[in-house]
């Protein structure tokens, strides 16, 4: 069952509170993310409980974006964030120490990763990884950083001062996710078996892109420097 079925009515005031927004945060990023963290819990513990849990995070885990538009960028408080989810996960059907666990992993899912992570978290951290490896980054990058140039003439994506924060580039932003996620030295890697194996599908996709873009603008006369 996906998480519309498990949790209706949930599902349909997340969904109203997602009413106007598009792009990197709407409550179709939302769904896909729940769909991927039942399925990652399930493919690495075969557990029902935990996947319906860890869809139920991914389903509200666009909280923290939500109170943004109202405070601005990375300015949302985080008893607001709570306080949001909390009316959302009381309409669903779950005992209050399930709804700790996935207040819990909703509010550090962008957190590095720890011995101490609750096995909701680890599937939403990678299923919001996963989703946000798929190709539409590569359009949804462009409409963050409409003000930045789409590709950097001069070093490509080799910029020393380029960072995730402040990439410089359309592109260097779309660079960091196949680079980092599925480097296992970075804290932030995956950390399921389903979230490395599609994670690395889909870096070795954006990989690609990247790559043939380089050879590309080399065709046309680009030189970058090293
Ligand atoms: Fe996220
Ligand atoms: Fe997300």
Same mark, same amino acid.
């Given at each position: 069952?996906?998480?519309?079925?498990?949790?209706? +009515?949930?599902?349909?005031?997340?969904?109203?509170?997602?009413?106007?927004i598009?792009?990197?945060?709407?409550?179709?990023?939302?769904?896909?993310?729940?769909?991927?963290?039942?399925?990652?819990?399930?493919?690495?513990?075969?557990?029902?409980?935990?996947?319906?849990?860890?869809?139920?995070?991914?389903? *509200?885990?666009?909280a923290?974006?939500?109170?943004?538009?109202?405070?601005?960028?990375?300015?949302?408080?985080?008893?607001?964030?709570?306080?949001?989810?909390?009316?959302?996960l +009381?309409?669903?059907?779950?005992?209050?120490?399930?709804?700790?666990?996935?207040l819990?992993?909703?509010?550090?899912?962008?957190?590095?990763?720890?011995?101490?992570?609750?096995?909701?978290?680890?599937a939403?951290?990678d299923?919001?990884?996963?989703?946000?490896m798929?190709?539409?980054?590569?359009?949804?990058?462009?409409?963050?950083?409409?003000?930045?140039?789409?590709?950097?003439?001069?070093?490509?994506?080799?910029?020393?001062?380029a960072?995730?924060?402040?990439?410089?580039?359309?592109?260097?932003?779309i660079?960091?996710?196949?680079?980092?996620?599925?480097?296992?030295? *970075?804290?932030? *890697?995956? *950390?399921?078996s389903?979230?490395?194996?599609?994670?690395?599908?889909?870096?070795?996709?954006?990989?690609?892109?990247?790559?043939?873009?380089?050879?590309?603008?080399?065709?046309?006369?680009?030189?970058?420097?090293?």
């Amino acid at each position: 069952m996906n998480v519309q079925e498990l949790f209706p +009515e949930t599902f349909d005031l997340v969904t109203k509170a997602h009413k106007g927004i598009h792009g990197g945060h709407d409550i179709h990023h939302a769904t896909r993310v729940a769909t991927w963290a039942q399925r990652i819990a399930m493919n690495e513990w075969g557990d029902q409980c935990v996947a319906k849990l860890a869809g139920l995070a991914g389903l *509200c885990h666009n909280a923290d974006r939500l109170i943004e538009h109202q405070y601005g960028h990375g300015n949302a408080p985080e008893s607001a964030t709570r306080e949001l989810l909390t009316s959302w996960l +009381e309409t669903s059907d779950i005992s209050v120490d399930e709804l700790e666990i996935v207040l819990s992993a909703v509010l550090n899912h962008g957190a590095k990763n720890s011995a101490n992570d609750s096995r909701v978290k680890k599937a939403l951290a990678d299923a919001d990884k996963v989703v946000n490896m798929a190709l539409d980054l590569i359009i949804r990058s462009g409409q963050l950083y409409h003000d930045l140039p789409a590709v950097d003439h001069v070093w490509f994506v080799n910029d020393p001062e380029a960072t995730y924060l402040n990439p410089k580039s359309s592109l260097k932003d779309i660079w960091y996710s196949p680079a980092e996620w599925v480097d296992p030295s *970075c804290p932030f *890697c995956f *950390c399921t078996s389903l979230g490395w194996r599609i994670g690395e599908k889909r870096a070795q996709n954006l990989t690609d892109y990247i790559q043939t873009l380089r050879a590309q603008m080399e065709e046309d006369g680009i030189v970058f420097k090293e």
